[in-house]
């Protein structure tokens, strides 16, 4: 089992910036792929970007690319998520997600455990 949680959402002006932390517990962290992934409210939860287990490999979104970047420190068991230059359509609910190996991709159903999410209010 892993256990996720979330921090470091709030409400922030377009231009504006954030830096998304989710600290794992449970099993060893560095052998776990991991995810960030987005909901809107009345759409699907979309990909945002992926961090292979070692950090040496990393997937964005294409709506991201550029502006957002995923990070993480396994000596801190946390992944970090730095959004800059956002933009209201970046409002969601952010989750992280640890995949069940050292890389989850973009695909949701190659995550095996979630956090609860953190919300992201970005004002025009």
């Known amino acids: 089992q892993v256990q996720l949680v979330e921090s470091g959402g709030g409400l922030v002006q377009a231009g504006g910036s954030l830096r998304l932390s989710c600290a794992a517990s449970?099993?060893?962290?560095?052998?776990?792929?991991m995810g960030w992934f987005r909901q809107a409210p009345g759409k699907e939860r979309d990909f945002v970007a992926a961090?292979?287990?070692?950090?040496?490999?990393?997937k964005y979104a294409d709506s991201v690319r550029g502006r957002f970047t995923i990070a993480r420190d396994n000596t801190k068991s946390t992944v970090y998520l730095q959004m800059n230059s956002l933009k209201p359509e970046d409002t969601a609910v952010y989750s992280c997600?640890?995949?069940?190996?050292?890389?989850?991709?973009?695909?949701?159903?190659?995550?095996?455990?979630w956090g609860q999410g953190t919300q992201v209010t970005v004002s025009s």
């Open positions: 961090i292979s287990m070692s950090g040496n490999r990393r």
């Open positions: 997600a640890a995949a069940g190996g050292p890389w989850g991709d973009s695909t949701s159903s190659q995550y095996d455990y």
């Open positions: 449970g099993r060893t962290f560095s052998n776990l792929g």
